[in-house]
């Protein structure tokens, strides 16, 4: 796998795995699996590896070396990002990204144009799915989380459609306890 990707360009690499057949994906997954797998079962992969995120999606979804999901390949080609309770991330669209463990809040403007690019039950329109995605090499750029001590914070993103804020009612309520206590 590392071999091809080292003779082309991301996006048709990118292609390649997602119209890859079972036994491409086997030929690539397997020997990262079998190699791998012990390392995974004794608990010794950390999260920012895309290994233990393979065994992690194959155990979650049940998935066999013989049904293996492009999606899997793409832990490889993807960015890997932990961000903290309060924290965010600004993606473009067209960009692939997922969402692996934990909770979050998905803002996007308004599109009928949800493409899935695997590890899913539902439909991946694979055609459709490599005319929009887009392969740039991105740094994904870490919004802080809101400071505790502010009332109404606003995520900074170049989105110009949608905002997210956050209302700390902690923070109203020691303004409103402070107005009471004078006498307001």
């Known amino acids: ?18 119209q ?3 036994s491409q994906l086997y030929q690539w997954l397997a020997p990262i699996i079998e190699q791998n797998y012990e390392a995974y079962a004794a608990n ?24 293996l999901d492009a999606g899997l390949v793409c ?15 600004y993606q473009e669209a067209g960009i692939p990204h997922a969402y692996l463990r934990g909770q979050n809040i998905e803002l996007m403007a308004c599109s009928d144009n949800v493409i899935r690019g695997g590890l899913t039950p ?11 995605v887009d392969c740039r090499e991105v740094e994904p750029q870490i919004i802080p989380a809101a400071p505790h001590d502010v009332r109404v914070f606003t995520y900074s993103t170049p989105a110009k459609d949608f905002a997210l804020q956050i ?15 004078q006498g307001f």
């Not at 080292?6 to 292609?15: E, K, M, V």
């Not at 010794?44 to 049904?67: G, Q, R, T, V």
């Open 1 to 18: 796998m590392a071999e091809k990707l080292c003779t082309q360009d991301l996006h048709s690499f990118y292609a390649d795995v997602m």
């Open 20 to 22: 890859a057949d079972q």
């Open 44 to 67: 010794e992969l950390e999260l920012e590896n895309p290994d233990y995120w393979l065994f992690y999606s194959m155990e979650a979804m049940d998935i066999s070396l013989e049904k």
């Open 75 to 89: 832990f490889y080609l993807f960015n890997i990002v932990r961000i903290k309770k309060g924290e965010g991330i």
């Open 122 to 132: 539902k439909y991946v329109d694979i055609p459709e799915l490599l005319k929009v």
């Open 167 to 181: 209302f700390n009612m902690n923070v109203v309520k020691r303004i409103v306890s402070k107005f009471r206590a």
